[in-house]
């Protein structure tokens, strides 16, 4: 089959991946979805670009108080898109339309994975091993969980165009293509630093491309060290933009300023559990088990490898391994971190399709066994995206019954007595109480800020965490700065009597812990 042919056959599949995918994943509202209180924050920052102003260095959540809400955050592409399209679309403030973002990020998911197609033919792959490589990113579970109201797709995306463009200058030293490798790698560390890893894939492939005296030359070139350089310095600026708006307001994502650290202490870098819960997850939302079979077919059949597309799959391992490792706290928890794995889905369908190029020369002259194998691969790849999807359906966190109710109650009042059309509320200044203690079982911060009961209702406000904050000594300030509700999902008043008599003589209970104050 012409390769003209197998292109079409993988942008097909991939196309008929991304529908089926979008038609199943389909969450009632995303706060029941997966890491849904992290999508309710990006979608909250997205309605705020839409029907405000689009302020990209000055991301706006919910949960800042009376303050305007400016939060330390990564590069809000993904939310500035979707503050776009939802202006086209015409969508309403308030929660709903998540479809929309579902899509942005599937519509960058098949980018990425036709970029996936590209890079392996440009590292000289044939075109069976390529479509092998792309359908195996399409269908792995760290993808089909990707296709949610989050901004690690676009991440992806840039972050797999600029090994593309790179891959592209070491074949054809054309300075546009490293201006524009160095622009991608910049805004994917923009969107989330991790992927600044990546730059290990590249220096592999500077290594895997050129005999050593002609790699010396390329070191040499003041056009590689500036290309490499910007991406840093322009993530540093970031960095410290970030920081800068946390010190004057206050409110974080824990990025280098306040929150619980990604970052693992020394007990759990040198405990073998935590290694292996590491690969655990990273074989549920990274590489998966393809992944891991791909590695070890370009291990063993290496010898039927270029050195170009062994560099490029051990350099991306290396990459993996070192985001895996540094931001071991989160990403050996898949509850907590299963977006950490991004890079790992890319390094295992890129190790897939190298391995399985080294399988082909032992199988030309075998057709029986070809066809076999070829329907094996198939089999294996329908299995895994069925799997994904059932695991992403069934996975999807179970939001507590009471934190929804509450909010269902307060949207209701807020519809009593706000005029309808003054939907969403932003006035409306509300505190809620978090399910999350203020710090962490080892004692750091903790980012109990959580977003989805604001999002629902379209208020704003001030979070207390689980413990430690009294409503009698707290809230009658909070109430002379504007608070008009109270919402406690948790049974706080109920083990403070005091708390609870202070809002019996000053509030009405509207059932679901809700109190109008």
């Known amino acids: 089959m012409p390769a003209r042919a197998y292109a079409i056959a993988t942008a097909a599949l991939v196309a008929a991946v991304f529908a089926v995918v979008l038609g199943v994943v389909r969450p009632e509202t995303l706060v029941h979805d997966w890491h849904g209180w992290r999508q309710a924050d990006t979608a909250t920052i997205a309605l705020n670009y839409a029907h405000g102003d689009l302020e990209v260095l000055h991301p706006r959540i919910a949960w800042g108080g009376d303050g305007p809400g400016y939060v330390e955050a990564e590069l809000q592409v ?31 998911l098949a980018a990425t994975a036709w970029l996936v197609w590209v890079w392996l033919r440009t590292l000289g792959l044939q075109p069976a091993a390529a479509l092998i490589g792309t359908v195996a990113l399409a269908t792995s579970r760290g993808t089909v969980f990707l296709v949610s109201v989050q901004p690690d797709a676009f991440g992806l995306a840039a972050t797999t165009g600029a ?18 490798s ?36 390329a070191l040499r070139s003041g056009s590689l060290w500036i290309a490499a350089s910007l991406p840093l310095l322009a993530v540093a ?32 870098l040198v405990s073998p559990m935590q290694y292996v819960k590491l690969a655990q997850v990273g074989l549920a939302f990274g590489p998966g088990p393809l992944g891991a079979l791909g590695l070890l077919l370009v291990l063993f059949r290496r010898r039927h490898l270029t050195r170009p597309a062994i560099a490029a799959a051990i350099g991306l391992w290396a990459a993996y391994a070192l985001v895996g490792v540094a931001s071991m706290r989160y990403a050996s928890e898949a509850w ?56 992403r ?30 939907l969403p509320h932003p006035g409306v200044l509300v505190v809620i109480r978090s399910g999350v203690a203020a710090t962490t079982e080892t004692g750091a911060p903790n980012n109990y800020e959580d977003p989805r009961i604001f999002y629902l209702a379209g ?13 009698a000594t707290s809230l009658p300030a909070l109430r002379a700065r504007g608070a008009r509700y109270y919402v406690d999902p948790t049974d706080w008043p109920f083990r403070h009597p005091e708390d609870q008599r202070w809002l019996d ?13």
Do not use: C, M
């Open 336 to 391: 907590l971190g299963s977006h950490y794995h991004a890079l790992g889905v890319l390094a295992g369908a890129v190790s897939l399709g190298v391995g399985v190029d080294g399988l082909l020369p032992l199988l030309a002259t075998r057709p029986h066994l070809r066809r076999l194998g070829a329907a094996a691969v198939f089999i294996a790849l329908a299995v895994q995206v069925t799997v994904a999807l059932h695991h």
């Open 505 to 517: 003589e000053h509030s009405s209970d509207l059932g679901s812990g809700v109190f109008r104050l």
């Open 393 to 422: 359906r069934s996975a999807a966190a179970h939001w507590a019954d009471r934190e929804l109710q509450a909010a269902d109650v307060l949207r209701r009042d807020l519809e009593k007595t706000v005029k309808a059309a003054a």
């Open 163 to 180: 090994l593309v463009l790179f891959t592209r200058w070491l074949h054809t030293p054309r300075r546009r293509d490293l201006a524009l």
């Open 182 to 217: 160095s622009l991608l790698f910049a805004i994917a560390g923009g969107i989330k630093p991790t992927f600044l890893a990546a730059g290990l894939a590249a220096l592999a492939a500077l290594v895997g491309h050129h005999p050593i005296g002609t790699r010396l030359r």
């Open 459 to 471: 208020v704003r406000g001030w979070v207390w965490p689980s413990d430690g904050t009294s409503v």
């Open 237 to 268: 600026l970031l960095l410290a933009h970030g920081a800068s708006v946390h010190a004057d307001y206050g409110n974080t994502f824990g990025i280098i300023s306040g929150g619980d650290s990604k970052f693992p202490t020394l007990d759990r």
């Open 78 to 108: 993904y939310t500035g898109a979707l503050a776009l399209l939802h202006r086209l679309t015409g969508s309403a403030p308030v929660a709903g339309g998540e479809w929309r973002g579902r899509a942005l990020s599937a519509a960058a």
